[in-house]
């Protein structure tokens, strides 16, 4: 079984840009949940969708965005770039309804803003 | 607030030798932990998790944590470590009443086995 596939897996930008990241969860896995992973502030949670609605979000300005598609899969915006952007950003999958909690991770997007 | 702490940024050892990384949380409830290793330009991937029952959870490439209720600690160890095992490890916890999908890491601790 495939796991949880992020595209692309490196990218650089400017200042003022915008990004989108894709997330491709486990087969079977309706939850999908984005992190921020930074030297300075470790792992921050961004938000969690299922069934196309987002179910929880982090702490971030309304910069970062994201939404469900019907087949499961995942994208996150970032539009209006800043250089504190930079960052690791993780998907991670889990079978919604299953009462353990347990996340797979996709091997991260990470972006690089100049 | 929620939290989990992770108290040592760095942890030593020789191989052969027992490893401790420590974790201490601070979510509300009776919350699941879980313990997660990333190397490096990689995701993070799972080695282990407490739900209920035995406070000893055995989990992947020989590691266990042990969970202590009253100390609200969930210490992650391996009796022998292996210079593979050389990478960084988060803690995590998540409120068992909450969507499950949003997890509270510590900071990592860096764990280097040298030979």
């Known amino acids: 079984k495939a796991g949880v596939t992020q595209t692309p897996r490196y990218l650089i930008k400017t200042r003022g840009q915008q990004v989108t990241l894709s997330c491709s969860p486990i087969s079977g896995h309706r939850s999908v949940s984005w992190y921020q992973q930074t030297p300075g502030q470790g792992l921050q949670f961004l938000f969690e969708?299922?069934?196309?609605?987002?179910?929880n979000k982090g702490n971030f300005p309304g910069r970062f965005s994201g939404r469900q598609f019907s087949n499961s899969r995942s994208e996150m915006n970032v539009s209006t770039l800043e250089l504190g952007d930079s960052a690791l950003y993780l998907c991670a999958s889990r079978v919604a309804g299953a009462n353990t909690g347990e996340l797979f991770f996709g091997e991260g997007s990470r972006l690089t803003v100049l | 607030a929620q939290s989990v702490a992770q108290p040592e940024d760095q942890v030593n050892v020789a191989e052969g030798n027992p490893l401790t990384v420590k974790c201490t949380y601070s979510v509300s409830g009776n919350p699941y932990l879980f313990w997660y290793v990333q190397y490096p330009n990689r995701g993070l991937q799972f080695l282990l998790k407490?739900?209920?029952?035995?406070?000893l959870v055995k989990g992947s490439y020989g590691f266990e944590a042990e969970f202590n209720k009253s100390q609200t600690s969930f210490h992650l160890k391996k009796p022998s470590a292996l210079v593979s095992d050389s990478a960084l490890y988060f803690c995590a916890a998540v409120d068992r009443g909450s969507t499950l999908g949003r997890l509270y890491f510590g900071r990592g601790t860096q764990l280097t086995v040298w030979p």
């Open positions: 407490y739900i209920t029952g035995d406070n």
């Open positions: 969708y299922f069934s196309e609605t987002q179910r």
